[in-house]
């Protein structure tokens, strides 16, 4: 099953996570650079607070 989907071509489901991970990380930032609280990031993005808080230390 897995060797049909990969021979089917595109991203693998870990690429796509990863790339939307990303996405949402940036936003993060961005959010949060701009004054939204930790808190606001995580109602807006879906997230739990400790991974926007992680993700923003860095």
């Known amino acids: 099953m ?4 990969g021979a089917l071509g595109g991203k693998t489901s870990g690429e796509a996570r990863r790339a939307a991970s990303e996405q949402e ?3 993060a930032r961005l959010m949060r ?8 990031i995580s109602r ?3 997230i739990p607070e ?4 992680r ?3 860095n």
């Open 25 to 27: 990380r940036a936003t």
């Open 33 to 40: 650079a701009s004054g939204s609280s930790y808190g606001a």
């Open 55 to 57: 993700w923003c230390k």
């Open 2 to 5: 897995q060797a049909r989907r």
């Open 44 to 46: 807006v993005l879906g």
């Open 50 to 53: 400790s991974t926007i808080k």
